[in-house]
């Protein structure tokens, strides 16, 4: 009888801690489970373009290798002196171009071309933010800030984009849109002097390919 008393109690820790690591497991599955469906959206997005190539489907901008190219830490301000980052709009896509303040005739046509891009969006075009990341100290002109004061205008060193935004040898950066996604991935490089439609095309695939952004 004492045996049978000294028994119980081990055999009811031995149960609660059986019970504990079934409830851990089960929790464990129910995060993955939650992560997964937070992803599918954006991981369809990926297969979409890296993965699922049906014939005759192709993408007019450059896919860019993420891992080859992760996000630095910008030590980007806004005009006013702020510290402000791209991490500021994850979440969002983000059509990003890079140039001097002094902003030519080029760069002022991208900076147009990123706002009908955006517009051509229609119901998603909430889902895209523009931002300009200026490389140099010079004044932007008054009139040229009023006409895209939508647009996200920051200032940053020009050596801290040079492993992560690529170009192809002889190319600038200056003569490119390139495309983050919604977790601040690099994702697209579009060509100098691209066309509006293809361009257009290639956002809108991916806007309704995700539902993240």
Known sequence: MEENKLSEPA???AGKIASDAARRRTGRWKLLAVLLVCAAPLIASYLSYYVIKPEGRTNYGT???QRSHPMPKLSSTTLDGRPETLENYAGKWIM??????????ACQDQLYAMRQLRTMQGKNMDRVERVWLVTDAQPIDTMLIRMYDDMHILRVKPEELTKWLPVDAGGKREDHI???DPRSNLMMRFPKNPE????????????????IG
């Open 11 to 13: 055999a009811s820790h």
């Open 63 to 65: 896919l860019i290798d």
């Open 96 to 105: 990003v171009k890079v140039g001097g303040g002094a902003c030519d005739k």
């Open 178 to 180: 390139f495309l983050v």
């Open 196 to 211: 509006p439609a293809r361009v257009h095309k290639d956002i809108a695939k991916l806007l309704r390919a995700s539902a």
